[in-house]
């Protein structure tokens, strides 16, 4: 009731700076609870047990994991911003979010997710690649490659100019892609998690993930890893099908396991 008057209401400059601190709490609790989960468990705890399967042998430099939560606070306010955004978006009537849902259209929620992810691919993967441009890269994308061996803490270390463009693509999709709100939810939530996975620095997926079918098609932390190593390849952020389709896969990747 209260929630549903005070959605109403978004429209109002204190309803929507409430709902973007509020947003900017949730954005910043979920990133130091699973980035801080997977640093801790995989880096510290478990790190003698997981060092067989450390990608990177060389160490992070001095200070970086302060850097890289740094930039990714600015970041968290930058999404908690575009959230905020989308949802007043939502009720002013400009998206194709909906909120009720029949057992008849329930087939409808994994196509909808999928659709995203694939359109969100499609958005980032080109992104990915303007913003190597040299011209354009001191500007936009620098900051996320200062991380050389990155991190759990690298997941949201971008330059606010280029937090701004990926903060972009979720309310651009739902302005088009009919898509229930927990599905939205359920969307940020995997966008955190693969972003901590595919910065881990520690390959977490098993050997044959690569020559896989299925598995091929996904990205994970060696893929990502050998981007952060050599530039110019592995632009991707789930799937690999863009670096298959444009030949921007790594050779190194194709060739072994990446150690
Ligand atoms: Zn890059
Ligand atoms: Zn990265």
Request: net charge positive.
């Amino acid at each position: 009731m209260f929630i549903n008057l005070f959605l109403e209401n978004l429209n109002t400059l204190p309803a929507f700076t409430i709902a973007v601190a509020a947003m900017f709490g949730v954005v910043v609790f979920r990133y130091f609870l699973v980035a801080g989960l997977f640093y801790f468990y995989f880096h510290v705890w478990k790190k003698e047990a997981y060092l067989a399967y450390k990608i990177s042998s060389k160490a992070y430099t001095r200070g970086q994991f302060g850097r890289e939560i740094g930039w990714s606070l600015l970041t968290s306010f930058v999404f908690a911003v575009a959230g905020g955004g989308m949802v007043l978006m939502w009720q002013i009537g400009y998206t194709q979010i909906y909120a009720l849902i029949s057992w008849q259209d329930i087939w409808y929620i994994p196509c909808s997710l999928l659709l995203a992810m694939l359109l969100h691919e499609t958005y980032y993967y080109w992104l990915h690649r303007l913003m190597h441009i040299p011209k354009l890269y001191r500007y936009f994308h620098k900051v996320h490659h200062d991380s050389l061996v990155t991190s759990p803490w690298t997941a949201f270390s971008f330059q606010p100019s280029e937090a701004v463009l990926e903060a972009l693509a979720l309310p651009l999709i739902v302005c088009f892609v009919p898509i229930h709100y927990g599905v939205v939810v359920f969307l940020l939530t995997l966008m955190t998690l693969s972003s901590v996975i595919n910065h881990l620095d520690i390959e977490l997926y098993p050997p044959y993930f690569q020559k896989h079918w299925f598995w091929r098609w996904w990205i994970g932390a060696t893929h990502h890893a050998l981007h952060h190593k050599e530039f110019r390849y592995n632009y991707g952020l789930y799937f690999t099908f863009w670096d298959r389709l444009m030949r921007t896969e790594s050779p190194t990747y194709s060739q072994k396991r990446f150690k």
